[in-house]
């Protein structure tokens, strides 16, 4: 019986069928296993988003199901798969790209020593927790409590204050205006309910 965890969540890795590489890690509920199980695409649990993720909706990288299987303590499921595209987000076949045995960024206790574009989804993750909460004295909270018209006008600001910063400033001083910049569009996507993957899925087709 499959064992899901005090979270109500299992985890799901997911494997070319063909070549047997592993494609991507994720998280499902009760209701996306049982959507994969019915086939014919994986479903999974977004812990962002805290709804069910429909893999391939936005970008179209289906990911097409060929037999699942648990382990041997039930608490992990491997989904075999046909993909129909790109498994990550970032546009690659799979999300383990990345080597780490060769990778400098990753130190002897196996923690990276560089921040990486992975921390706009942290940052999202800790705005999502600021609008359910509402810290007093929460700068993000206030301003998911002004709307989505006064955070749009955030934005427009920010942005004048980096195209002068790369001008007249220090690259210290771009990078404080940019992440503001970069700030306050993360505000913007949970304001409006957006998921961030629509926005990845956009930039990956721009890599040409």
Same mark, same amino acid.
Request: proline share 2%.
């Given at each position: ?66 037999? !699942? $299987? ?8 491997? #989904?075999?798969? +046909?993909?129909?595209?790109? %498994?990550?987000?970032? /546009? ?63 934005? !427009? $600001? ?8 790369? #001008?007249?400033? +220090?690259?210290?001083?771009? %990078?404080?205006?940019? /992440? ?29």
């Amino acid at each position: 019986m499959i064992q899901l965890d005090d979270r109500g969540l299992l985890a799901a890795i997911v494997q070319d069928a063909d070549s047997g590489r592993v494609l991507m890690h994720a998280y499902m509920d009760a209701e996306a296993l049982k959507r994969t199980l019915a086939g014919p695409d994986a479903w999974f649990y977004s812990r962002s988003r805290q709804k069910l993720w429909h893999k391939g909706e936005t970008s179209g990288n289906f990911l097409k199901v060929v037999k !699942v $299987e648990h382990d041997c303590d039930s608490d992990t499921v491997l #989904v075999k798969v +046909t993909p129909s595209g790109s %498994a990550c987000h970032t /546009g690659s076949q799979s999300c383990f790209d990345a080597g780490v045995m060769n990778n400098n960024s990753i130190n002897a206790e196996g923690i990276s020593n560089n921040l990486g574009p992975g921390i706009l989804n942290e940052l999202i993750d800790v705005i999502k927790q600021r609008s359910t909460v509402k810290p007093e004295g929460s700068y993000t909270a206030e301003l998911l409590k002004e709307g989505t018209g006064r955070i749009a006008q955030k934005i !427009v $600001e920010e942005a004048g204050e980096t195209a002068i910063a790369s #001008v007249n400033q +220090t690259l210290d001083d771009v %990078a404080n205006e940019m /992440g503001d910049l970069l700030y306050h569009c993360m505000v913007l996507l949970v304001s409006l309910g957006m998921p961030a993957e629509q926005v990845w899925a956009v930039l990956a087709k721009r890599r040409g």
